[in-house]
Protein backbone atom coordinates (compact mmCIF):
# COMPACT_ATOMS: atom_id res chain seq x y z
CA UNK A 1 0.00 0.00 0.00
CA UNK A 2 1.35 3.83 -1.23
CA UNK A 3 1.28 6.09 1.96
CA UNK A 4 2.55 9.55 2.08
CA UNK A 5 5.25 9.86 4.98
CA UNK A 6 5.48 13.22 7.31
CA UNK A 7 7.12 13.97 9.90
CA UNK A 8 7.48 17.49 12.16
CA UNK A 9 10.53 17.84 15.58
CA UNK A 10 8.94 19.29 18.05
CA UNK A 11 10.71 20.92 21.51
CA UNK A 12 8.01 21.77 24.26
CA UNK A 13 8.68 23.21 27.39
CA UNK A 14 7.06 21.53 30.61
CA UNK A 15 4.68 24.30 32.56
CA UNK A 16 7.14 22.96 35.52
CA UNK A 17 10.16 21.67 35.48
CA UNK A 18 10.69 17.41 36.69
CA UNK A 19 13.24 16.74 38.98
CA UNK A 20 14.32 13.30 39.34
CA UNK A 21 17.78 11.38 40.17
CA UNK A 22 18.60 11.63 36.47
CA UNK A 23 18.37 15.65 36.99
CA UNK A 24 16.35 18.48 35.96
CA UNK A 25 14.00 17.83 33.02
CA UNK A 26 12.70 21.64 31.37
CA UNK A 27 11.14 20.11 28.34
CA UNK A 28 10.22 17.18 26.04
CA UNK A 29 11.80 16.64 22.03
CA UNK A 30 10.59 14.04 20.03
CA UNK A 31 9.04 13.97 16.21
CA UNK A 32 5.91 13.48 15.84
CA UNK A 33 5.05 11.06 12.47
CA UNK A 34 2.04 11.14 9.75
CA UNK A 35 0.69 8.32 7.83
CA UNK A 36 -2.16 8.79 4.99
CA UNK A 37 -3.23 6.08 2.77
CA UNK A 38 -4.99 6.39 -0.61
CA UNK A 39 -8.26 6.03 0.85
CA UNK A 40 -7.53 9.90 3.16
CA UNK A 41 -7.14 8.01 6.33
CA UNK A 42 -4.63 9.03 8.75
CA UNK A 43 -2.50 8.23 11.45
CA UNK A 44 -0.51 9.88 13.57
CA UNK A 45 2.53 8.17 16.23
CA UNK A 46 4.96 9.67 18.24
CA UNK A 47 8.79 9.15 18.77
CA UNK A 48 9.18 10.25 22.07
CA UNK A 49 12.89 10.03 22.42
CA UNK A 50 15.14 9.27 25.99
CA UNK A 51 18.43 8.46 25.05
CA UNK A 52 18.74 8.19 29.04
CA UNK A 53 16.28 5.38 29.00
CA UNK A 54 18.11 3.38 26.30
CA UNK A 55 16.49 4.77 23.24
CA UNK A 56 18.23 6.43 20.22
CA UNK A 57 18.71 10.38 20.02
CA UNK A 58 16.02 12.68 18.47
CA UNK A 59 18.27 13.22 16.04
CA UNK A 60 19.18 10.01 15.00
CA UNK A 61 15.16 9.45 14.42
CA UNK A 62 15.06 12.39 12.64
CA UNK A 63 18.14 11.52 10.33
CA UNK A 64 16.21 8.39 9.29
CA UNK A 65 12.62 10.06 8.69
CA UNK A 66 14.37 12.12 6.56
CA UNK A 67 15.84 9.10 4.40
CA UNK A 68 11.81 7.74 3.98
CA UNK A 69 10.77 10.32 1.09
CA UNK A 70 7.12 11.69 1.28
CA UNK A 71 5.74 8.84 -0.23
CA UNK A 72 6.40 5.16 0.84
CA UNK A 73 5.25 1.52 0.34
CA UNK A 74 3.95 0.28 3.58
CA UNK A 75 6.58 -2.43 3.40
CA UNK A 76 9.49 0.25 3.53
CA UNK A 77 8.35 0.37 7.33
CA UNK A 78 9.93 -3.02 8.52
CA UNK A 79 13.13 -1.46 6.86
CA UNK A 80 13.70 1.08 9.53
CA UNK A 81 17.02 0.03 11.69
CA UNK A 82 16.15 -2.09 14.80
CA UNK A 83 17.87 0.08 17.03
CA UNK A 84 15.82 3.24 16.60
CA UNK A 85 12.35 1.61 18.68
CA UNK A 86 10.66 4.91 19.16
CA UNK A 87 10.78 5.61 15.58
CA UNK A 88 9.48 1.84 15.18
CA UNK A 89 7.16 2.58 17.68
CA UNK A 90 5.63 5.56 16.36
CA UNK A 91 5.79 4.06 12.53
CA UNK A 92 3.73 0.77 14.22
CA UNK A 93 1.08 3.40 16.36
CA UNK A 94 0.41 5.64 12.95
CA UNK A 95 -0.45 2.17 11.17
CA UNK A 96 -2.57 0.92 14.02
CA UNK A 97 -4.35 4.41 14.46
CA UNK A 98 -4.52 4.39 10.64
CA UNK A 99 -6.20 1.43 10.70
CA UNK A 100 -8.32 1.39 14.29
CA UNK A 101 -7.02 -1.44 15.26
CA UNK A 102 -6.22 -1.02 19.01
CA UNK A 103 -9.33 -2.11 20.78
CA UNK A 104 -9.76 -1.54 24.57
CA UNK A 105 -11.99 -3.09 27.31
CA UNK A 106 -14.72 -0.54 28.24
CA UNK A 107 -14.09 0.03 31.59
CA UNK A 108 -12.62 2.97 33.81
CA UNK A 109 -9.20 2.44 35.16
CA UNK A 110 -7.33 4.30 37.99
CA UNK A 111 -4.69 6.94 37.53
CA UNK A 112 -1.87 7.74 39.98
CA UNK A 113 -0.83 10.87 40.75
CA UNK A 114 2.39 12.22 40.31
CA UNK A 115 3.86 14.35 42.57
CA UNK A 116 6.87 16.75 42.61
CA UNK A 117 10.22 15.92 44.41
CA UNK A 118 11.46 17.61 47.51
CA UNK A 119 9.39 20.05 50.08
CA UNK A 120 6.71 21.29 47.10
CA UNK A 121 5.42 17.66 47.87
CA UNK A 122 3.62 18.57 50.83
CA UNK A 123 1.83 21.33 49.13
CA UNK A 124 0.85 19.27 46.27
CA UNK A 125 -1.22 16.40 48.04
CA UNK A 126 -3.78 18.19 49.48
CA UNK A 127 -5.11 19.56 45.80
CA UNK A 128 -4.79 16.16 44.46
CA UNK A 129 -6.54 14.14 47.43
CA UNK A 130 -9.56 16.57 47.20
CA UNK A 131 -9.84 15.97 43.20
CA UNK A 132 -10.22 12.34 44.59
CA UNK A 133 -6.79 11.08 43.60
CA UNK A 134 -5.94 7.61 46.01
CA UNK A 135 -2.98 6.12 44.57
CA UNK A 136 0.36 9.02 44.16
CA UNK A 137 3.55 8.78 43.00
CA UNK A 138 6.54 10.67 44.68
CA UNK A 139 10.07 11.18 42.82
CA UNK A 140 12.83 10.29 45.65
CA UNK A 141 16.42 10.11 45.50
CA UNK A 142 16.89 13.89 44.48
CA UNK A 143 17.77 15.79 47.63
CA UNK A 144 19.71 14.28 50.80
CA UNK A 145 19.00 11.14 52.33
CA UNK A 146 17.81 12.52 55.81
CA UNK A 147 16.05 15.43 54.48
CA UNK A 148 13.78 12.89 52.30
CA UNK A 149 13.50 10.18 54.91
CA UNK A 150 12.38 13.11 57.37
CA UNK A 151 9.52 14.05 54.42
CA UNK A 152 8.16 10.89 53.90
CA UNK A 153 6.28 11.06 57.56
CA UNK A 154 4.80 14.17 56.85
CA UNK A 155 4.00 12.58 53.24
CA UNK A 156 2.64 9.44 55.06
CA UNK A 157 0.95 11.93 57.26
CA UNK A 158 -0.62 14.17 54.51
CA UNK A 159 -2.43 10.82 52.45
CA UNK A 160 -5.92 10.57 52.62
CA UNK A 161 -6.92 7.63 54.58
CA UNK A 162 -6.82 4.40 52.62
CA UNK A 163 -4.26 5.75 50.03
CA UNK A 164 -1.14 4.67 48.49
CA UNK A 165 2.16 5.66 47.62
CA UNK A 166 4.67 4.61 45.02
CA UNK A 167 7.82 6.07 45.92
CA UNK A 168 10.01 6.42 42.59
CA UNK A 169 13.92 6.29 43.33
CA UNK A 170 14.72 6.29 39.10
CA UNK A 171 18.24 4.39 40.53
CA UNK A 172 19.21 6.57 42.74
CA UNK A 173 20.28 4.17 45.56
CA UNK A 174 22.97 2.06 46.17
CA UNK A 175 22.24 -1.12 48.73
CA UNK A 176 22.55 0.93 52.52
CA UNK A 177 20.37 3.72 50.78
CA UNK A 178 17.55 1.39 49.46
CA UNK A 179 17.86 -0.20 52.49
CA UNK A 180 17.33 2.49 54.40
CA UNK A 181 14.51 3.30 52.87
CA UNK A 182 12.80 -0.01 52.80
CA UNK A 183 13.20 -0.43 56.51
CA UNK A 184 10.89 2.75 56.75
CA UNK A 185 8.58 1.70 54.08
CA UNK A 186 7.33 -1.81 56.02
CA UNK A 187 5.20 -0.44 58.15
CA UNK A 188 3.37 2.61 55.71
CA UNK A 189 1.24 2.58 53.15
CA UNK A 190 3.83 2.29 50.10
CA UNK A 191 2.20 0.25 47.76
CA UNK A 192 6.10 -0.39 45.99
CA UNK A 193 9.65 1.31 45.50
CA UNK A 194 10.21 1.79 41.86
CA UNK A 195 13.84 0.98 40.62
CA UNK A 196 15.97 1.60 43.70
CA UNK A 197 19.17 0.68 42.34
CA UNK A 198 20.43 2.06 38.27
CA UNK A 199 20.10 -0.47 36.17
CA UNK A 200 23.12 -0.41 34.98
CA UNK A 201 25.33 0.15 37.92
CA UNK A 202 27.79 -3.40 38.60
CA UNK A 203 25.61 -6.40 40.00
CA UNK A 204 22.43 -4.20 40.02
CA UNK A 205 20.25 -7.31 39.14
CA UNK A 206 21.13 -9.32 42.04
CA UNK A 207 21.09 -6.17 44.22
CA UNK A 208 17.39 -6.00 43.02
CA UNK A 209 16.08 -9.22 43.64
CA UNK A 210 17.92 -9.55 46.81
CA UNK A 211 16.02 -6.29 48.21
CA UNK A 212 12.82 -7.74 46.62
CA UNK A 213 13.60 -11.03 49.01
CA UNK A 214 14.72 -9.51 51.93
CA UNK A 215 11.46 -6.94 52.26
CA UNK A 216 8.10 -7.20 52.77
CA UNK A 217 7.71 -4.00 50.14
CA UNK A 218 7.49 -5.07 46.59
CA UNK A 219 9.80 -3.55 44.67
CA UNK A 220 9.15 -2.51 40.49
CA UNK A 221 11.70 -2.43 37.79
CA UNK A 222 11.09 0.81 34.98
CA UNK A 223 14.83 1.58 33.89
CA UNK A 224 15.34 -1.92 33.96
CA UNK A 225 12.97 -2.34 31.35
CA UNK A 226 14.48 -1.05 28.79
CA UNK A 227 13.77 -2.88 25.80
CA UNK A 228 11.79 -6.05 24.88
CA UNK A 229 14.83 -8.04 25.57
CA UNK A 230 15.29 -7.02 28.71
CA UNK A 231 11.72 -8.39 29.68
CA UNK A 232 12.08 -11.43 28.30
CA UNK A 233 15.35 -11.28 30.29
CA UNK A 234 13.64 -10.85 33.58
CA UNK A 235 10.70 -13.09 33.07
CA UNK A 236 13.50 -15.74 32.71
CA UNK A 237 15.24 -15.13 35.81
CA UNK A 238 11.13 -15.62 37.59
CA UNK A 239 11.09 -12.14 38.84
CA UNK A 240 7.54 -11.58 40.82
CA UNK A 241 7.92 -7.78 41.65
CA UNK A 242 5.89 -5.12 39.79
CA UNK A 243 7.11 -4.46 35.96
CA UNK A 244 6.23 -0.82 35.12
CA UNK A 245 6.28 -0.40 31.46
CA UNK A 246 6.52 2.43 29.60
CA UNK A 247 4.97 1.49 25.83
CA UNK A 248 5.89 4.36 24.18
CA UNK A 249 9.33 3.51 24.94
CA UNK A 250 9.51 0.08 23.31
CA UNK A 251 10.04 -1.68 19.86
CA UNK A 252 7.20 -4.26 19.61
CA UNK A 253 4.19 -3.40 22.37
CA UNK A 254 2.63 -5.84 21.07
CA UNK A 255 4.99 -9.06 21.27
CA UNK A 256 6.57 -7.16 25.08
CA UNK A 257 3.01 -7.38 26.37
CA UNK A 258 2.37 -11.12 25.19
CA UNK A 259 5.37 -12.30 27.25
CA UNK A 260 4.28 -10.27 30.27
CA UNK A 261 0.36 -11.51 29.83
CA UNK A 262 1.67 -15.31 29.50
CA UNK A 263 3.83 -14.63 32.76
CA UNK A 264 1.13 -13.18 34.67
CA UNK A 265 3.10 -9.92 35.41
CA UNK A 266 1.93 -7.47 37.75
CA UNK A 267 1.74 -4.57 35.31
CA UNK A 268 1.68 -0.67 35.68
CA UNK A 269 1.26 1.30 32.30
CA UNK A 270 3.42 4.32 32.78
CA UNK A 271 3.93 8.12 30.65
CA UNK A 272 7.02 8.74 29.42
CA UNK A 273 5.86 12.28 29.29
CA UNK A 274 4.88 11.70 25.97
CA UNK A 275 3.10 14.48 24.08
CA UNK A 276 -0.94 13.44 23.33
CA UNK A 277 0.06 11.80 20.26
CA UNK A 278 2.25 9.16 22.33
CA UNK A 279 -0.40 8.94 25.58
CA UNK A 280 -3.20 8.16 23.37
CA UNK A 281 -1.22 4.86 21.97
CA UNK A 282 0.09 4.26 25.47
CA UNK A 283 -3.39 4.76 27.27
CA UNK A 284 -5.45 2.27 24.57
CA UNK A 285 -2.43 -0.68 25.01
CA UNK A 286 -3.08 -0.21 28.74
CA UNK A 287 -6.89 -0.31 28.50
CA UNK A 288 -6.71 -3.53 26.40
CA UNK A 289 -4.40 -5.21 29.30
CA UNK A 290 -6.51 -8.08 30.39
CA UNK A 291 -4.54 -8.21 33.64
CA UNK A 292 -5.26 -6.73 37.02
CA UNK A 293 -6.42 -3.19 36.42
CA UNK A 294 -3.10 -1.43 38.46
CA UNK A 295 -3.93 2.52 38.78
CA UNK A 296 -2.04 3.99 35.47
CA UNK A 297 1.24 6.25 36.02
CA UNK A 298 -0.51 8.88 34.00
CA UNK A 299 -1.16 11.76 36.04
CA UNK A 300 0.98 13.65 35.19
CA UNK A 301 -1.32 16.13 32.90
CA UNK A 302 -1.25 19.50 32.55
CA UNK A 303 2.58 19.18 31.54
CA UNK A 304 3.05 21.35 28.96
CA UNK A 305 2.97 25.29 28.47
CA UNK A 306 1.05 24.54 25.18
CA UNK A 307 -1.85 22.48 26.49
CA UNK A 308 -3.19 21.80 23.04
CA UNK A 309 0.04 18.90 23.56
CA UNK A 310 -1.48 17.26 26.61
CA UNK A 311 -3.59 14.40 27.24
CA UNK A 312 -7.02 14.25 29.31
CA UNK A 313 -6.11 16.50 32.30
CA UNK A 314 -5.15 14.80 35.70
CA UNK A 315 -8.15 13.05 37.24
CA UNK A 316 -8.30 9.75 39.50
CA UNK A 317 -9.38 7.50 36.82
CA UNK A 318 -9.79 7.48 33.23
CA UNK A 319 -12.63 6.26 30.58
CA UNK A 320 -11.82 4.59 27.00
CA UNK A 321 -14.32 7.75 26.30
CA UNK A 322 -11.64 10.40 27.78
CA UNK A 323 -8.82 8.19 25.53
CA UNK A 324 -10.93 8.16 22.04
CA UNK A 325 -11.40 11.99 22.33
CA UNK A 326 -7.52 12.68 22.24
CA UNK A 327 -7.13 14.41 19.26
CA UNK A 328 -3.03 13.64 17.72
CA UNK A 329 -4.04 16.00 14.67
CA UNK A 330 -4.16 18.97 17.35
CA UNK A 331 -0.84 18.15 18.33
CA UNK A 332 0.28 18.40 14.87
CA UNK A 333 -1.36 21.31 14.23
CA UNK A 334 0.90 23.07 17.49
CA UNK A 335 4.07 21.91 16.19
CA UNK A 336 5.49 24.96 13.41
Known sequence: MRLRFQFRRYRLAFRTAVRTAHGVWTEREGLIVRLTDEAGRVGLGEAACLPW???ETVAAAEAAAGKLGEWIESEQLADVPMNLVCLRNALAAAQAARASRIEGRNEARGVAALLPAGRAVLEAIRPKAEAGFRVFKWKVGVG???DELGL???????LPSGAKLRLDA???WDRRKAERWLERCAERPVEFVEQPVAADARGSDDLLRGLAEDWPTPIALDESLASGADIERWIGEGWRGVWVVKTSLLRDVAGALALLEK???QVVFSSALETAVGAKAALQWAMAWPGEPR??????WPLFQDARCDGPYAAPFIRPADVARIDPEAVWNAIP
Open 53 to 55: FGT
Open 144 to 146: DLA
Open 152 to 158: FDDVCAA
Open 170 to 172: NGA
Open 263 to 265: AQA
Open 295 to 300: ALGFGV
